[in-house]
């Protein structure tokens, strides 16, 4: 770990910085003793610029491994209404630190700026069941979960569609 925190990007992007000081402080000639505390002044300033500067690649490549650790396994069939809005079931598997399986209701709205699905509900089903997903009219969205034994904070609308949920907790087998 600390070999990251002193990697060579950091400090290859913070050289020019240090170099820009060291040169102005040779510009204005100063008495020795003034140029020598000043010099460990902005040494220590690059020092910690570059350390940090290496942290935030560190902590980018744990967040690309935690957001990249999920793959897509199932999806069940999507169901459109007539605007092109398509709501569909889905089934992630995702191992971080253990293996944990994420499912989830999307909605992938008709308008042009909605580039990725929205998440509409997460749950734990107790069963292999699919939800049931279907459009009452072409504003709101009815998704059936069956039984589950946990569900997420539900969205109850997304842009203009309104979303009605049918489920019923029970306890997870063991």
């Known amino acids: 770990m600390i070999g990251l925190l002193v990697a060579p990007l950091g ?3 913070c050289f020019p910085f240090f170099a820009y000081m060291t040169y102005r402080l040779w510009r204005k000639r100063p008495p020795l003793a003034f140029a020598a ?10 020092f910690v610029l570059a350390v940090a500067l290496n942290a935030g690649v560190v902590a980018a490549r744990l967040a690309g491994i935690v957001i990249n650790s999920c793959d897509l396994i199932d999806t069940s069939a999507p169901v459109a209404n007539r605007r092109g809005d398509t709501a569909q079931g889905r089934l992630k598997a995702c191992k971080i630190l253990a293996s944990t399986e994420d499912y989830s209701v999307v909605l992938r709205s008709h308008a042009i700026w909605a580039l990725w699905p929205k998440t509409l509900i997460d749950y734990s089903p107790v069963g292999d069941d699919d939800p049931a997903l279907r459009w009452i009219d072409e504003k709101t ?9 946990w569900v997420s904070p539900r969205l109850d609308k997304a842009g203009d569609i309104k979303v ?5 907790i029970v306890d997870a087998p063991r």
């Open 141 to 149: 969205l009815s998704v059936d979960l069956g039984k589950v034994s």
């Open 164 to 168: 009605v949920y049918t489920y019923s």
């Open 37 to 46: 505390l000043h010099g460990l002044k902005w040494l220590g300033v690059f």
């Open 11 to 13: 400090f290859a992007i």
